[in-house]
């Protein structure tokens, strides 16, 4: 059964959490709590066409983890999915004074990791901050520095925190929504193989050069023990503009309702699928980019702040929502 491929169905048992009850939750997903006074959103729930999902157990979540843990890494999307889970989980955790950070932040935009202990099963429930998953803002040398280029990615070179993100037990990594940004695609970002330098790539095949980077590395450093997973691109909803330029997506209350093509967003879903094929490790692949290209109704937009705010945020989705299904097939795919 392709579980990725099926339809958003009306299911009053949702959402799988409440907000105000989930102290994790970064305030920029908290669109209820912000002010956004329609409900309908939260409760749709995802239907492959020729099976059922498992009805996500928080309970077993937790035994299948027992001793283990799991790591989120990659951009803000990926913190979207990791809190999403982390609340999903404490719902049902029994005594709540038993799961905290464990370094006691407060979860924030600008925290680079964050890591929720269970302390009653032994879990870490970890997020680590890539952009990229390459390395990032390397030093140029003076000779080649250019006043129109304000960021460099070292396509060769994994992220130095991979040697934190190691360890863990499984590990879900995300990439895509940072290679949008305009600096990519116009000149402002140098890009780094080995002693060659430049500005002038094309965005799409620097990431596949990225993502093949990230392969070689967990086909080096991962252990047969170890589980892994990358999460699909995240589709935006921007109508009207950009996240800088008066884009929005506030109007629509529920799924999109017909069937369509990926268009411009396969050409993702295709670096993943070639990146995949080629590796020798055994990766699973989060395909949510379609069934996530239906909710234009879940995104923060206008909610990213208590009462609004006139900018909005059609990548990022609120909580509880669409990351939430993420998890659920994460899950799906442990039973």
């Known amino acids: 059964c392709d579980i990725y491929s099926g339809r958003w169905v009306r299911d009053d048992g949702y959402p799988l959490f409440q907000p105000s009850f989930c ?20 409760h749709w729930r995802w239907q492959p066409h020729s099976c059922d999902l498992p009805r996500f157990n928080a309970t077993d979540m937790m035994e299948r983890l027992r001793n ?13 999915q990791w809190e999403s889970l982390v609340c999903m989980l404490y719902q049902a955790a029994r005594n709540k004074r ?17 890591s929720i ?15 990229f998953l390459v390395a990032e803002n390397r030093r140029l040398p003076d000779k080649i520095k250019s006043a129109a280029a304000n960021c460099t990615l070292s396509l060769d ?48 095949a620097a990431f596949e050069t990225s993502m093949k980077t990230w392969a070689r590395w967990i086909d080096r450093h991962i252990g047969r023990t170890q589980k892994i997973f990358v999460r699909g691109y995240s589709p935006n909803h921007f109508s009207g503009g950009d996240w800088d330029t008066g884009g929005s997506c506030e109007s629509h209350l529920e799924p999109l309702a017909d069937e369509f093509k990926l268009d411009e967003l396969s050409s993702k879903v295709d670096v993943f699928s070639r990146v995949l094929r080629s590796m020798k490790t055994r990766v699973t692949f989060l395909n949510v980019t379609k069934l996530s290209l239906f909710r234009k109704d879940g995104h923060v937009a206008r909610w990213g702040k208590k009462h609004g705010w006139d900018q909005q945020d059609c990548s990022h989705w609120c909580l509880p929502g669409v990351p939430d299904t993420w998890n659920e097939l994460l899950y799906a795919s442990l039973v």
């Open 117 to 131: 202990v269970f302390a009653d099963h032994r879990v870490h429930i970890d997020f680590y901050r890539s952009h």
């Open 23 to 42: 102290p994790f939750t970064d305030g920029a997903f908290q669109c209820q709590e912000n002010g956004r006074n329609d409900s309908g959103y939260l």
């Open 157 to 204: 070179r994994l992220d130095p925190a991979a040697r934190e993100w190691r360890s863990a037990d499984l590990i879900v990594f995300n990439s895509g929504h940072w290679w949008e940004h305009r600096s990519i695609h116009s000149g402002e970002c140098y890009f780094i193989q080995g002693s060659n330098y430049t500005t002038q790539m094309d965005g799409l």
């Open 98 to 114: 038993n799961v905290y950070e464990a370094h006691r932040q407060r979860v924030a935009k600008a925290g680079y990791y964050y």
């Open 68 to 80: 283990k843990t799991l790591a989120f890494v990659g951009d803000s999307l990926g913190r979207n």
